[in-house]
């Protein structure tokens, strides 16, 4: 399994509980800061649609928002 990307701002509340819930659940992740990243927001935007942040992408499935029971079902956990 490749490492889940998580599309992150800094002061976004529910990105710090889903890289909070990673970090528990020993789940090793790549995040990139739309805030300050361009390409990375693009990135964001085209796989998603959304602007919002937390996407999180996890082999190719994509969650918005931070939804525990969709990242878990993502990880297989």
Do not use: H, W
């Not at 819930?21 to 800061?33: G, L, R, S, T």
């Not at 739309?34 to 190719?60: F, L, W, Y």
């Amino acid at each position: 399994m490749t490492k889940p990307v998580i599309y992150t701002t800094p002061s976004c509340s529910y990105c710090k509980m889903a890289k909070a819930f990673f970090i528990q659940n020993d789940v090793e992740y790549e995040e990139k800061n739309v805030a300050t990243d361009m390409e990375a927001q693009q990135e964001m935007i085209q796989k998603s649609g959304q602007r919002g942040v937390p996407v999180i992408d996890i082999n190719g499935e994509i969650i918005v928002g931070f939804n525990q029971e969709a990242i878990e079902k993502a990880l297989d956990k």
